[in-house]
């Protein structure tokens, strides 16, 4: 076969290919929105579903001229050179394993989704560093992973033959043109066209950046479900990857030796000249407001938003137990608060460190195993004459959380393994047992100060329910009607349910033994679980804080506080310590100062919640209004800074040079 002849039969070929992928995207679009439209917002319209499916066909242009680039490179350009039908079972080949790929991605999408209620995000990358047996078990137990990968498999071989049939499909047979000129110029045309099609697709269906369309731009109907789906599977990962990088690269602001002072001294709140970056978190304690307790409980509870607090939520009987505490005249709740990252290990950072999240990932890094960092929870407890003790009721393998935690000077860690359990799941032991190994090594004479972190209210949810007291009556009378008898939801609920309950008992057990101790209670992460289809920002993502104990008052906290999980060490230290004594904190106490708080993606005050970013719109919860909204500029100074000095400590020690 002369060599232009097999060129153009293989360039016809890889259309083919091409217009089947294109084919394949949209298809799995379509039955994304259809499987998931029960996250569809009311507003969603025809129209935006129309609009999702065409700005999806555009970007997925780019997307399968990515994976048809190969075969035309390995098997249509090299014809050129070779001839031979093994270019087109190489062809083959390649259509079956993108198949499979973007198969495989489809069915995982879905859970993901529901997990995160997003397509692939640069939090995928946390995966390969977390637990991998326990998140395959789970896959197992909670997901259905062998049925999904049976599907999955039974779908990519039926579709394999398809596209066997399609590209055994004739082509058309090369034009005999007589004239060498003719010849060349169907030949010059032929390479034009590649050249055009190349440069069509690179920019989804246009041929210039104006009128480009990429992930950054992407999302522009109004619901956010449809924006997912407008990405394919490749762009989404394409997204996670940018992402993860240009955040590891910086935390989106500019960081210089020049600009740090400036930073430093917006978070010190006064002229510092200094070449030691923790001058700049130099705190003054103002006055204990608390007589100072015995003991000391930070109970982070795995998975518990702030929604079920929420008064329409009330007729779920979800969250009695913290609700209780929190109508006690001895306590105090701040409800626009925020965990520091999205998955638990994210939140233990911040809360350990004090310093925000900015992709680091600061359980590996090694500047955290060098030397206690001068924010580290643990080291301004110990100065105030307390003993330290972590309580995780996971393995102490998961995330290297002992040596992390350690190494950030607390004198003890517990782990599932070293207490008695008899029930749990991969992730750890139910938390009555932890709650129990608490309570039963208080010495009442030691001061102590406990972090509790629990993991019963996690995938795959195997806590006897039934055993334990659940009513689901009393759960299922306050859900909407489309998901009243889902039994999945149910069990969810329930888990929600009783790790509330574990809580509250350990709490009152714990008043009623040691009446002076002091309960910080808050959430690792929400956006995990929802009854709403498509529910806010500030009810997908808020999480509870709150202080319970002897001499708190409703008071305790000014009306407009508002804060993260770098807002409990100093919060904790201004409630307990001295007047004068010295600290140090990234972010500022919920009782003085601390009005704004932000974690990897979001901003919170008071009354409004948005993402971080330019353009980002503002979403007013509780009693405010949009005549109250903040302005912009003070936010992105106080989320700048607070990341720009943490990454640099983090990332190039503490000297500033």
């Known amino acids: 076969m002369p060599r232009w002849e097999g060129f153009w039969r293989n360039l016809q070929q890889d259309f083919k290919l091409y217009l089947f992928i294109i084919g394949l995207f949209c298809l799995y679009r379509v039955c994304f929105i259809a499987v998931m439209s029960a996250h569809l917002s009311e507003a969603a319209t025809i129209k935006d579903i129309g609009t999702a499916l065409y700005v999806g066909l555009r970007i997925s242009l780019k997307s399968t001229a990515l994976i048809v680039a190969l075969p035309f490179v390995f098997c249509t350009c090299i014809s050129l050179l070779v001839s031979g039908r093994k270019l087109g079972l190489v062809r083959l080949w390649f259509g079956y394993a993108v198949i499979g790929g973007l198969t495989l991605l489809f069915f995982a999408r879905i859970p993901y989704?529901?997990?995160?209620?997003?397509?692939?995000?640069?939090?995928?990358?946390?995966?390969?560093?977390?637990?991998?047996?326990?998140?395959?078990?789970?896959?197992?137990?909670?997901?259905?992973?062998?049925p999904r990968l049976l599907a999955a498999t039974v779908i990519s071989i039926g579709?394999?033959?398809?596209?066997?049939?399609?590209?055994?499909?004739?082509?058309?047979?090369?034009?005999?043109?007589?004239?060498?000129?003719?010849?060349?110029?169907?030949?010059?045309?032929?390479?034009?066209?590649?050249?055009?099609?190349?440069?069509?697709?690179?920019?989804?269906?246009?041929?210039?950046?104006?009128?480009?369309?990429?992930?950054?731009?992407?999302?522009?109907?109004?619901?956010?479900?449809?924006?997912?789906?407008?990405?394919?599977?490749?762009?989404a990962l394409y997204r996670a990857y940018a992402m993860h990088e240009r955040l590891q690269a910086s935390t989106g602001?500019?960081?210089?030796?020049?600009?740090?002072?400036?930073?430093?001294?917006?978070?010190a709140g006064h002229t510092v000249k200094t070449t030691l970056i923790d001058d700049y978190l130099k705190k003054t304690a103002q006055?204990?407001?608390?007589?100072?307790?015995?003991?000391?409980?930070?109970?982070?509870?795995?998975?518990?938003?702030?929604?079920?607090?929420?008064?329409?939520?009330?007729?779920?009987?979800?969250?009695?137990?913290?609700?209780?505490?929190?109508?006690?005249?001895?306590?105090?709740?701040?409800?626009?608060?925020?965990?520091?990252?999205?998955?638990?290990?994210?939140?233990?950072?911040?809360?350990?460190?004090?310093?925000?999240?900015?992709?680091?990932?600061?359980?590996?890094?090694?500047?955290?195993?060098k030397e206690f960092y001068v924010s580290s929870l643990a080291v301004q407890m110990k100065k105030m004459g307390y003993r330290t003790c972590f309580w995780y009721a996971g393995p102490d393998s998961w995330e290297r959380i002992k040596d992390f935690t350690l190494a950030q000077g607390f004198d003890e860690f517990h782990a599932y393994g070293d207490f008695e359990s008899k029930a749990?799941?991969?992730?750890?032991?139910?938390?009555?047992?932890?709650?129990?190994?608490?309570?039963?090594?208080?010495?009442?004479?030691?001061?102590?100060?406990?972090?509790?972190?629990t993991v019963s209210n996690h995938a795959p949810y195997t806590v006897d329910l039934e055993q334990e007291g659940f009513d689901p009556v009393r759960i299922s009378g306050g859900l909407p009607e489309r998901v009243r008898n889902d039994q999945d939801m149910l069990a969810k609920l329930g888990h929600f349910w009783y790790a509330d309950k574990m809580l509250a008992e350990f709490v009152h057990t714990m008043r009623g033994q040691y009446p002076d101790s002091l309960f910080v209670i808050t959430g690792d992460h929400a956006d995990r679980f929802n009854i709403e289809a498509s529910p806010?920002?500030?009810?997908?993502?808020?999480?509870?804080?709150?202080?319970?104990?002897?001499?708190?008052?409703?008071?305790?906290?000014?009306?407009?506080?508002?804060?993260?999980h770098i807002n409990i060490t100093p919060?904790?230290?201004?409630?307990?310590?001295?007047?004068?004594?010295?600290?140090?904190?990234?972010?500022?106490?919920?009782?003085?100062?601390?009005?704004?708080?932000?974690?990897?993606?979001?901003?919170?005050?008071?009354?409004?919640?948005?993402?971080?970013?330019?353009?980002?719109?503002?979403?007013?919860?509780?009693?405010?209004?949009?005549?109250?909204?903040?302005?912009?500029?003070?936010?992105?100074?106080?989320?700048?800074?607070?990341?720009?000095?943490?990454?640099?400590?983090?990332?190039?020690?503490?000297?500033?040079?």
């Not at 246009?206 to 407008?230: F, M, R």
């Not at 919060?571 to 001295?578: D, G, H, K, Q, S």
Request: hydrophobic share 45%; proline share 4%.
């Open 536 to 564: 806010g920002l500030y009810k997908r993502y808020a999480v509870p804080f709150v202080v319970y104990g002897k001499g708190v008052t409703k008071e305790l906290f000014p009306s407009n506080a508002a804060g993260s």
């Open 113 to 146: 989704y529901e997990e995160f209620h997003m397509a692939f995000n640069q939090f995928l990358f946390n995966t390969f560093r977390d637990d991998v047996q326990a998140l395959f078990v789970t896959l197992i137990q909670q997901y259905d992973l062998v």
């Open 287 to 369: 006055g204990a407001k608390l007589a100072k307790p015995r003991h000391v409980f930070l109970i982070v509870a795995e998975s518990y938003a702030n929604w079920p607090l929420l008064p329409e939520y009330k007729e779920l009987n979800l969250a009695d137990g913290l609700k209780n505490i929190i109508a006690s005249d001895d306590a105090a709740y701040v409800p626009a608060f925020l965990p520091n990252g999205m998955g638990t290990i994210a939140g233990i950072n911040g809360i350990v460190t004090g310093f925000p999240e900015v992709n680091l990932y600061l359980n590996y890094q090694a500047e955290t195993y």
């Open 424 to 453: 749990g799941n991969v992730w750890g032991c139910d938390d009555k047992y932890l709650f129990n190994a608490v309570g039963s090594s208080i010495d009442p004479d030691l001061p102590t100060f406990h972090v509790v972190l």
């Open 253 to 267: 602001v500019a960081i210089d030796v020049d600009k740090m002072n400036d930073y430093g001294e917006y978070l």
């Open 571 to 657: 919060t904790i230290v201004e409630l307990i310590a001295p007047k004068g004594f010295e600290y140090y904190a990234v972010g500022n106490s919920l009782t003085n100062g601390s009005t704004i708080g932000f974690n990897y993606g979001f901003w919170i005050t008071d009354h409004s919640i948005a993402e971080i970013g330019d353009g980002a719109k503002i979403e007013v919860f509780g009693s405010g209004n949009q005549a109250r909204l903040p302005y912009k500029t003070v936010i992105s100074q106080h989320i700048d800074a607070a990341r720009a000095v943490s990454w640099w400590r983090v990332k190039n020690g503490k000297y500033i040079q």
């Open 159 to 235: 579709l394999g033959y398809v596209l066997k049939r399609w590209l055994r499909i004739g082509t058309f047979v090369l034009p005999r043109y007589n004239r060498r000129w003719m010849r060349w110029a169907f030949r010059t045309g032929l390479v034009g066209g590649v050249c055009f099609f190349v440069m069509f697709t690179r920019f989804g269906g246009s041929l210039t950046y104006a009128h480009d369309v990429s992930w950054e731009n992407a999302g522009v109907t109004k619901d956010d479900l449809l924006n997912e789906a407008i990405l394919d599977d490749v762009q």
